[in-house]
């Protein structure tokens, strides 16, 4: 939604957006869009609008980012097509994660570019020129997606090379959309080499895909919680470039039971036992496969635990220390995690297996958590109090609504 929004905003016309999110971080995107001169209309089933940046006005444009660290970085680059100076701010848990990596890039482009510190506040003064430049995408894509998707406008070609590119699927999703609406960007075969030809986007409608990372907790939900007769959830493109379709491959190795159905998957419980898994592209997928890890039989293994400290929390922590007060041992030692699983999941009409207790835990004002800890709570032994479960409209205002929805009749 957010890379959609960026590019109709840098679109000279009117793009109509469908099947929108109104969650805060695209709401934080529309308001950027807007603070830079798109005209931004929100309908009931759709966004329209009306693209052209920096058309008229002098001084400082601030924005805010609310706590999106994608809007935050990727803005940078955006807004550093602007030849007046722009200050974007974050708030909340964003006020603390790093944006430091934005300076030296956009600098090598011709940018006046400062940040606190390496936090925000991000100021920036271009005009962004086209060119060749090295970017270090090691501790985050976002800033990554933000250049490809401004370097189209930048009034020629250019070449990005990239070092260490975490969770490549998320610039292959960056990509997908820009080509969208309009524009010329390819990569090489090892995410190393990045090509943008300076075609300015053209207006377009664009449906935004359904999200894998928060359709991973009702899969997980599926298969943990609903008994024989499955979770469907459908809504989703299998062939997506998003890293955290991995989710699927997650819950074969758990010994879930997956079956493709139109638009998406059915999950069903079963016997689970622990698994082994690299997160290291997907990252948010952390959190639901420590709720999936809950229910299996073992000690389950999830590799990329170091990309977890800069998150809107520190989630290595706040896995660990947040499903203990469950009664849940979740280990951390560098790069791995370890779920010391309770049982083997629930056999329809099988023997009952030990489950999580009953307890109140805190969402560290950080979506996934208090996702996590409501999915895991559908198969536990007594109810669990999420403290500040409101965080989650930061992506999905709508889940507990959903959760709530579908629990009638969970085992």
């Known amino acids: 939604m957010q890379r959609a929004l960026a590019c109709a905003a840098m679109a000279q016309g009117v793009s109509t957006i469908t099947n929108p999110t109104w969650c805060a971080d695209s709401l934080a995107a529309m308001r950027v869009a807007t603070a830079l001169g798109a005209s931004v209309e929100r309908l009931d089933d759709r966004v329209v609008v009306r693209g052209g940046l920096f058309g008229s006005g002098s001084g400082t444009i601030v924005a805010s980012c609310g706590e999106s660290g994608l809007c935050l970085r990727m803005f940078s680059a955006i807004a550093s097509l602007s030849p007046v100076e722009v200050e974007l701010r974050g708030e909340g848990s964003l006020a603390l994660r790093p944006v430091g990596m934005v300076e030296a890039p956009l600098s090598a482009l011709g940018v006046r570019c400062s940040t606190n510190g390496g936090l925000q506040p991000v100021l920036v003064r271009g005009p962004l020129h086209a060119g060749r430049v090295t970017v270090d995408g090691s501790e985050s894509s976002q800033f990554i997606t933000g250049l490809l998707l401004a ?86 493109q299998a062939g997506s470039s998003q890293p955290d379709r991995a989710v699927i491959d997650a819950l074969k190795l758990a010994g879930a039971r997956v079956e493709g159905v139109p638009g998406g998957y059915r999950v069903s419980a079963a016997p689970l036992r622990s698994f082994s898994f690299d997160a290291t592209d997907c990252p948010d997928l952390f959190p639901p496969l420590v709720a999936l890890g809950s229910r299996c039989a073992g000690v389950t293994e999830l590799r990329g635990a170091s990309r977890l400290r800069a998150k809107e929390s520190d989630r290595a922590a706040a896995l660990s220390e947040e499903f203990g007060k469950l009664g849940l041992r ?46 895991a709570a559908l198969s536990g032994a007594g109810p669990v109090l999420v403290d500040g479960a409101g965080c989650v409209s930061k992506s999905w205002p709508e889940f507990f609504d959903v959760l709530d929805c579908i629990s009638t009749g969970v085992s």
């Open 151 to 236: 370097l189209p406008m930048a009034g020629g070609d250019s070449v990005v090379t990239v070092e260490r590119l975490a969770s490549r699927g998320y610039v292959d999703l960056t990509l997908d959309i820009m080509r969208s609406f309009g524009a010329d960007a390819v990569r090489d075969s090892s995410f190393s080499e990045f090509s943008v030809r300076g075609v300015p986007y053209r207006p377009t409608m664009y449906e935004v895909e359904g999200d894998w990372s928060g359709a991973a907790f009702l899969l997980v939900a599926g298969a943990i919680a609903s008994g024989a007769q499955g979770l469907e959830v459908v809504g989703l």
């Open 330 to 375: 979740v280990d951390v030692d560098g790069d791995l995690m370890t779920v010391h699983g309770l049982g083997g999941g629930a056999a329809p009409g099988g023997p009952d297996m030990p489950r999580l207790s009953a307890g109140t835990v805190s969402s560290r004002g950080d979506h996934r958590i208090a996702m996590a800890a409501a999915v």
